[in-house]
């Protein structure tokens, strides 16, 4: 079964560089979700898309943005990359509006490095 | 604002033995909760999702329970096998847009 890719699987930034992420969902489902995996942390909502609108947000620096396009695929930009940026982004998609009862399936992740 | 509490952070039980795992919650009104493995440094594998109004869910080898009432969730798994090491974690859906607040995890190690 088709799963949730995410590239690249890793990257290396020198700070204040400028890093982009993308996730391509599962077929057909139409809500994509940005987690942040610090290490030894617990993954923290940063955004989230439906029908290619921000459907809700959490603690996302301002520096970071995010898009959702027409093939329903979603970019991370993180721009002026800090050491504390360092950690796994999550990708996640479901199939609706991820509200009553909608699974999340969970990408790879891409590990940020930032030097 | 959701809590989700995971105790213990890790456990460790020889080949054989059933793992019970241990999820708690601060705010009784959830759409659902799910339970996620995760392997050192990879993706997080989505293992059973139960609803809200689910008293259960049950998969191979795998049974989870949920009580909203008393906040709490609980993961067994039977006969566990040193390829259940990982790092388990609970996630609770609390509002309508999806965003799921995750618990740190516990650590589980099965040991041949």
């Known amino acids: 079964a088709a799963g949730v890719i995410q590239s690249p699987r890793h990257l290396i930034k020198e700070k204040r560089e400028t890093a982009t992420l993308k996730c391509y969902p599962i077929?057909?489902?139409?809500?994509v979700y940005w987690y942040q995996q610090g290490p030894g942390q617990d993954p923290q909502f940063l955004i989230s898309?439906?029908?290619?609108?921000?459907?809700d947000k959490g603690s996302i620096p301002d520096r970071f943005s995010a898009q959702q396009f027409s093939d329903y695929h979603s970019e991370l930009n993180m721009s002026s990359l800090e050491l504390g940026d360092s950690a796994l982004y999550f990708c996640?998609?479901?199939?609706?509006?991820?509200?009553?009862?909608?699974?999340?399936?969970f990408g790879p992740g891409t590990r940020l490095t930032v030097l | 604002k959701q809590e989700v509490t995971q105790i213990p952070a890790a456990l460790s039980v020889p080949e054989g033995e059933n793992l019970v795992l241990n999820c708690s919650f601060t705010?009784?009104?959830?759409?659902?909760l799910q339970w996620f493995r995760q392997d050192p440094g990879k993706g997080l594998t989505s293992l059973l999702l139960?609803?809200?109004?689910?008293r259960e869910q049950t998969s191979g080898r795998l049974n989870a329970s949920l009580d909203k009432s008393s906040g709490r969730s609980t993961l067994y798994i039977a006969a566990s096998q040193p390829g259940d090491s990982a790092t388990y974690l609970c996630?609770?859906?609390?509002?309508?847009?999806?965003?799921?607040?995750f618990g740190a995890g516990t650590q589980v190690v099965v040991t041949p």
């Open positions: 996640a998609s479901s199939p609706g509006t991820g509200g009553i009862g909608d699974e999340q399936f």
């Open positions: 077929p057909r489902h139409d809500t």
């Open positions: 898309f439906y029908e290619k609108m921000q459907s």
């Open positions: 705010d009784s009104a959830i759409y659902n």
């Open positions: 139960i609803q809200s109004s689910q």
């Open positions: 996630a609770a859906l609390t509002d309508s847009w999806g965003k799921l607040q």
